[in-house]
């Protein structure tokens, strides 16, 4: 998401001295100190959960190309018809 936030310059221009002594964009070293305030033990926001995997062998439908956008955009589309 976007935003526009208002620094006073001087902080501005600390903030972008220490990302680059980091060797980190301004806008991570900012994400990471909104973070740290607002978890008190300053971890990062928890990794999404693992995508579930079903058991069936049956694989993938005939006819079905993970590497085209378009041919299974078609396919979806087939099934609402």
């Known amino acids: ?3 526009t936030i208002r620094l006073q310059d ?3 221009r600390e903030a972008k001295a220490q990302a680059a002594r ?4 301004l806008n991570e070293f900012i994400e990471d100190a909104v973070w740290a305030a ?3 033990d ?3 926001e928890p990794a999404p959960s693992p995508l579930p995997l ?3 062998g049956r694989g993938l439908r005939p006819g079905v ?6 041919a299974l955009l078609e396919l979806m589309d ?3 018809r």
């Open 1 to 3: 998401m976007r935003t």
């Open 10 to 12: 001087h902080l501005l």
């Open 22 to 25: 980091a060797g980190r964009s």
């Open 38 to 40: 607002v978890r008190s």
């Open 42 to 44: 300053g971890a990062r």
């Open 54 to 56: 079903f058991r069936g």
């Open 65 to 70: 190309d993970l590497d085209s956008n378009a």
């Open 78 to 80: 087939d099934d609402l």
